[in-house]
Structure formats: structure tokens, C-alpha cells
């Protein structure tokens, strides 16, 4: 099972890196058209729609990899008192819960993306970008990641609860005492 939870992170850390790459992409991509547009009175409509096209891919795919590393939004106040069998409880449920909501997503988002594709959906701006449903593919495969980070948040929990003293740290944990 510890095995299982690894490769789950291994694509969860990766897709966090692709998502990295997006965001270096949008700053570089909002400097260049700044330069365009102030410099030389450029302002292209397809590099101006490339750069919301970029914040798909950083929301959605960053999603699982902040959940991975516990940038998420917790409340520690009473979680902290708990025993770590308790705590183990209280992880698995919500992880479950998490892998529920990725799931539905998931499963609505592909008609959502299969739907544009048949309608060869694009731009309706004028020089605007074409294939936009591989701008919604990232709804599905954001939230599949989510699924599975909820998945190996499951598994890590139930290690935890069946020995305590012999848990998988998560990538939190493993920053921390690295820095120490």
C-alpha cells in the first residue's frame, strides 16, 4: 500500500511541476505582451487569450499538488489534540470525501469536454485560439488528480490508523524536517 501512495504522489508531484512551468509561462507570456503592446502597439487577441488559457492549467492541476503538500486550507485547532489513531479517522473520511467530489467532477467535466469537442469549439474573437476543449480537458484530468491524491491520502491514513507509530509522513512533514 505505501507503494501505492508513492506512485499516486510520484504523477501528483509531476503534474505540480507542469502546472510550475505554466505559471513561469504566463509571466513571461504577460511580459512579452506588455512589451508588444506598449513598445510597438501590438496586442495580438490570440496571446491575450493564451494567457487566461494559462491560469486553467495552474488552478486545476495545482488543485492536487497543494492538497499533496498540505498548502490547503485546514483547521488544526481540535485535529491537533487528537490521538493519531483519531487523526487517522478524521483523514480517511475526509479523504473519501474528496475522492467523492473528484470523482462526480470528473465524470461531469468529460461531457462537458467531449461536448466542445464535437462542436470543434474555438474562439469567438476574431484571431482568437482554436481547440478550446483542450482547455476544458483540464477540468477532468484537475480533478482526476484530486481523486487520486484523495486516494493516496485515503491509503496513508489507513497505514496511520493500523500503526500508528509506523505512518507515512506526507510531503509537509517531510519539507519540515528537512528544514530543521
Same mark, same amino acid.
Given at each position: ?19 510550475? &512551468? ?7 507570456? *504577460? ?28 488552478? &486545476?492541476?495545482?488543485?492536487? /499538488? ?6 490547503? *486550507?485546514?483547521?488544526? #485547532?481540535?485535529?491537533?489534540? #487528537?490521538?493519531?489513531?483519531? %487523526?487517522? *479517522? ?20 468529460? #461531457?462537458? *469536454?467531449?461536448?466542445? /469537442? ?14 478550446? /476543449?483542450?482547455?476544458?480537458? #483540464? ?8 481523486? &487520486? %491524491? ?9 497505514? %496511520? ?20
Amino acid at each position: 500500500m505505501k507503494m501505492c501512495v508513492k506512485s499516486l504522489e510520484w504523477l501528483v508531484e509531476h503534474m505540480g511541476g507542469l502546472a510550475r &512551468l505554466c505559471v513561469l509561462a504566463l509571466v513571461l507570456l *504577460v511580459a512579452t505582451n506588455v512589451i508588444l503592446r506598449y513598445l510597438f502597439s501590438i496586442g495580438p487577441v490570440s496571446l491575450q487569450e493564451l494567457e487566461w488559457h494559462l491560469v486553467s492549467p495552474i488552478a &486545476l492541476l495545482g488543485l492536487s /499538488y497543494s492538497m499533496k503538500h498540505r498548502a490547503d *486550507v485546514r483547521i488544526d #485547532f481540535l485535529y491537533e489534540r #487528537f490521538s493519531l489513531r483519531m %487523526q487517522a *479517522v478524521v483523514d480517511m473520511l475526509s479523504s473519501l470525501l474528496t475522492v467523492a467530489i473528484g470523482g462526480v467532477i470528473t465524470w461531469l467535466a468529460m #461531457f462537458y *469536454v467531449i461536448q466542445s /469537442y464535437n462542436l470543434n469549439e474555438g474562439s469567438p474573437d476574431p484571431g482568437g485560439l482554436t481547440f478550446r /476543449y483542450l482547455l476544458k480537458a #483540464f477540468l477532468p484530468l484537475g480533478f482526476g488528480l484530486l481523486l &487520486l %491524491q484523495g486516494l493516496a491520502d485515503c491509503f496513508r491514513a489507513f497505514i %496511520q490508523f493500523r500503526d500508528p507509530d509506523n505512518a507515512l509522513p506526507v510531503a509537509a512533514q517531510l519539507t519540515a524536517e528537512g528544514a530543521a
